[in-house]
């Protein structure tokens, strides 16, 4: 690696987003391209879904975030998130002597939002 390289580190983007939770709204953070988004706790439980949403457009606004990358990063998210539980629910089968197996149906991707637990 090249020391420039070495100096120059690049901080994952992260947005915030809301969600429903029971019969409130939270805040989630997300980080682009990882697994979430995650409840975070410290914005507490929002009563409408409104609210959140209103909460963390502020956050975002602070970040220099416009809502379009807003939605990229939370989106990239979610799809990292996706593809954890797909591949959790749908394990590669065992390869054959003939190769590996295929499935003969698409297997659908499942998105769960909520992935953290709230203590």
Not at 54 to 82: C, H, M, W, Y
Not at 94 to 109: D, F, I, L, M, Y
Request: aromatic share 8%; hydrophobic share 40%.
């Amino acid at each position: 690696m090249s020391p420039l390289y070495e100096r120059v580190r690049v901080r994952p983007r992260i947005a915030f987003t809301a969600q429903f939770w029971g019969n409130g709204a939270v805040v989630c953070r997300a980080v682009e391209d990882r697994p979430g988004p995650m409840v975070e706790q410290q914005f507490g439980e929002f009563r409408t879904w409104t609210q959140a949403h209103t909460f963390a457009t502020k956050l975002n606004e602070g970040l220099d975030l416009d809502p379009l990358e807003a939605r990229q990063i939370v989106t990239s998210s979610l799809l990292a998130a996706a593809r954890i539980v797909q591949e959790a629910l749908n394990p590669p089968p065992p390869a054959t002597e003939k190769g590996p197996r295929v499935p003969s149906w698409p297997q659908p991707a499942l998105l769960n939002c909520g992935l953290s637990s709230r203590s």
